[in-house]
């Protein structure tokens, strides 16, 4: 069973990556995500840990692209008026 379960929150993650349009930041709450994701938190605390840790290094990295792409229009823009 420990295995499956495993194997469940691979398959969870790997569908949440696949998401282009990650909808959430770095402050929106691990349980918000996954209730727009319909997936359930595992109760085993390591697998928790697993899911939260997995799913915090997600948004960071959603929300440094959405950065950068802020940073790259304004740069564009002020480019662009010179």
């Known amino acids: 069973?420990?295995?499956?379960?495993?194997?469940?929150?691979h398959n969870d993650i790997e569908y949440i990556k696949r998401d282009t349009?990650?909808?959430?930041?770095?402050h929106?709450?691990?349980?918000?995500?996954?209730?727009y994701?319909?997936?359930?938190?595992?109760t085993d605390p390591q697998l928790r840990k697993i899911m939260e840790t997995?799913?915090?290094?997600?948004?960071?990295q959603h929300q440094t692209q959405e950065i950068l792409r802020h940073?790259?229009?304004?740069?564009?823009?002020?480019?662009?008026?010179r």
């Open 21 to 26: 349009d990650f909808p959430f930041d770095t």
């Open 1 to 9: 069973m420990e295995t499956q379960t495993q194997l469940r929150i």
């Open 37 to 42: 994701y319909k997936i359930t938190m595992p």
């Open 54 to 60: 997995e799913i915090a290094a997600i948004a960071d």
């Open 71 to 81: 940073i790259t229009e304004e740069q564009d823009e002020t480019t662009f008026l």
């Open 28 to 35: 929106d709450e691990i349980e918000d995500i996954l209730e």
